[in-house]
């Protein structure tokens, strides 16, 4: 069963840092572009930040120079390094191929980031 498994959101201070870590089964994963997405309360899910099987990145702007994508292909695994955190970074992430619709997996639980005093 292919299934993605996102980890490491906690309530954090503004200013504060933070790591995410995606595990991915499936063998696939090193040849894929994967990304992070997050969805707000109220709002649609948004790709903020992609890395490919070669490791070049892209970042949304409300992000770029806070956060950092890289992967680990041998451990299967993709991380989201977020510094500077911004109450607007509030939301549930997601990890996921890019695009989604070219995805070999569903949506895993996500995992919870607050940025909050």
């Known amino acids: 069963q292919v299934q993605l498994v996102e980890s490491g959101g906690d309530l954090v201070q503004p200013g504060g840092s933070l790591r995410l870590s995606c595990a991915a089964s499936?063998?696939?994963?090193?040849?894929?572009?994967m990304g992070w997405y997050r969805q707000a309360p109220g709002k649609q899910r948004e790709l903020v930040a992609s890395?490919?099987?070669?490791?070049?990145?892209n970042y949304a702007d409300s992000v770029k120079g806070r956060f950092t994508i890289s992967r680990d292909n041998a451990k299967s695994t993709l991380y989201l390094q977020m510094n500077s955190l911004k109450p607007e970074d509030t939301a549930v992430y997601y990890c996921?191929?890019?695009?989604?619709?070219?995805?070999?997996?569903?949506w895993g639980q996500g995992s919870q980031v607050t940025v909050s005093s």
């Open positions: 890395i490919t099987s070669s490791g070049r990145t």
């Open positions: 499936g063998i696939i994963f090193r040849l894929k572009t």
């Open positions: 996921n191929a890019v695009p989604y619709a070219m995805s070999p997996w569903t």
